[in-house]
């Protein structure tokens, strides 16, 4: 079967980012995280847990987390479990002396949840990254968009100016993934032929190329950055996220080094700066529009780096490992019958061509994106700070919260409630299927609001949600039109998986 994969023209449905991005975007309404007056308050409890001795306390959990047998997951279910309670209190990572104040209030539940999206009671500033925000020098001395509260003026300029992005080059990312994904399944191919097994790394050059050339229409290659874009990224943003992650060193080694002390951003300031004038140099048309909404041409440089580089590239760096580690695990053969049989023959009936049209009739496919969206978030913490007095609730009881107190939320466990999924812990290809499964999509979160919204300048959530399902679709889309079936190994890894494919079972049919 002849298959073309087109721009996203007429013909196509155009996904919500790409589409009616203006300032007339409403503010979005979040379930709510306080019972209805009609509804009798579930009864008031004090929130569990403690800080501990000040400074002490911080750096006893931060060990705990990064260090304790089973890992962060393990630090917050024996916490669940000591208090009885999907709220608690407890101090999040670094602590001493990266950040100044550790302390949370804990979410670890789906109806709790929301309240960090409700703009009408949290404030998001300066939070992206948490308790503590890394230094403006790793962005060229401005605090980017993704630290920026929607309260803030410039943040809705920012926000627009990445809606412009998104929806100038948006004929080009159907054709753009094509191209450079066939090139990458072409090496998986060769390398499985000679090797026995192929490794999914090179999903991170791919996927790099692939930004640059359907964002900006430059291929890296072809400039003095050449094939280094990838590496320099992953530096840079280790420096930006060092003090929340784990790189698998010794305790006495990594802690002291990552957590205890913010890594000297002068030793990653001359490879930023090969990313800064690559964009610089390939973005005009969106340095002339911020010229335009009154932005300097430097500021919206800096901040296109990070939305493609640490935010869209971070996340398919992310995503992408864990979608086929979910999708190709073992026991899946039945899924991938159904799933080559389903993108088949609606691609078939379109005339061979892949459109936003033609996906949307593939419902299990959608499903099985969703579902792996659900099980594994891509961003899995999310903070916001009270700003006024307020009561939430999880599932048993209300408490009170005081303004200015921090919430924290760990996505993995909120998507994973066993109060709203049934078999919350299994990977259910199917689950978003039906009238039923699209009640659910409400709980999937991961973009920093529910599934079910949209992204606009009065809220927080990710500018670019609906590109990053669209092109998560595109690789299911690709795997199944060119093979019947795959299985992968996957390990983690200090961001993600890393995975190997083991078997690429050419398509039949």
Request: aromatic share 12%; hydrophobic share 35%.
């Amino acid at each position: 079967m002849e298959v073309k994969f087109t721009s996203l023209s007429s013909k196509a449905i155009s996904p919500a980012p790409l589409k009616a991005l203006s300032s007339e975007a409403e503010s979005l309404s979040f379930p709510s995280s306080e019972p209805k007056k009609q509804q009798q308050q579930l009864p008031l409890r004090i929130i569990p847990g403690d800080y501990g001795l000040p400074s002490f306390g911080a750096i006893k959990d931060r060990l705990e987390y990064f260090y304790s047998d089973g890992g962060r997951n393990e630090f917050f279910r024996s916490r669940q479990q000591k208090y009885k309670s999907t709220i608690f209190r407890a101090n999040m990572p670094p602590g001493p002396f990266v950040a100044s104040d550790p302390k949370v209030i804990v979410l670890l539940d789906g109806k709790s949840f929301p309240v960090l999206f409700d703009l009408t009671k949290v404030e998001k500033k300066d939070l992206f990254t948490g308790t503590y925000m890394p230094s403006t020098n790793l962005t060229g001395g401005y605090r980017i968009l993704s630290y920026l509260d929607p309260s803030e003026p410039k943040h809705e300029k920012l926000k627009h100016l990445i809606f412009f992005l998104l929806k100038s080059r948006s004929n080009n990312i159907i054709p753009q993934f094509h191209s450079n994904y066939t090139d990458l399944f072409d090496s998986l191919d060769r390398e499985l032929s000679k090797n026995g097994k192929a490794s999914f790394s090179g999903n991170d050059q791919t996927a790099f190329t692939f930004l640059c050339r359907a964002f900006y229409g430059t291929d890296p290659k072809d400039t003095s950055l050449g094939s280094d874009g990838p590496s320099l990224v992953q530096k840079w943003v280790l420096f930006n996220l060092s003090p929340e992650l784990s790189l698998g060193l010794p305790k006495f080694i990594e802690d002291p080094i990552l957590h205890t002390f913010r890594l000297p951003s002068i030793f990653v300031k001359s490879d930023y700066k090969r990313l800064y004038d690559f964009f610089y140099g390939s973005a005009g048309f969106v340095l002339e529009e911020a010229e335009r909404q009154g932005i300097s041409r430097d500021e919206a440089c800096h901040n296109i780096l990070f939305a493609t580089c640490f935010n869209t590239f971070g996340g398919v760096k992310i995503f992408f490992p864990a979608l086929m580690k979910w999708i190709g695990g073992p026991g899946n053969k039945e899924l991938h019958s159904r799933l080559a049989q389903e993108i088949r023959s609606a691609v078939k009936s379109n005339g061979g061509e892949v459109t936003i049209a033609t996906m949307e009739e593939m419902l299990l496919m959608k499903s099985v994106v969703y579902e792996t969206f659900r099980i594994d978030p891509p961003v899995p913490l999310q903070y916001a700070k009270a700003k006024q007095d307020m009561v939430i609730e999880n599932h048993e009881n209300s408490f009170q919260v005081k303004k200015g107190e921090m919430l924290f939320g760990f996505q993995p466990f909120a998507t994973k409630d066993p109060k709203i999924f049934e078999r919350a812990e299994e990977f259910v290809g199917d689950r978003f299927l039906g009238e039923e499964g699209e009640k659910l999509l409400k709980y999937v979160l991961w973009s920093n609001g529910p599934e079910t919204e949209s992204p606009s300048v009065r809220n927080k959530q990710c500018p670019g949600k609906d590109f990053v399902v669209l092109v998560s679709r595109l690789l299911v889309v690709e795997m199944f039109l060119r093979y019947d079936s795959f299985e992968v190994e996957a390990t983690k890894s200090a961001l993600g998986y890393d995975v190997n494919f083991i078997s690429l079972a050419k398509a039949t049919s």
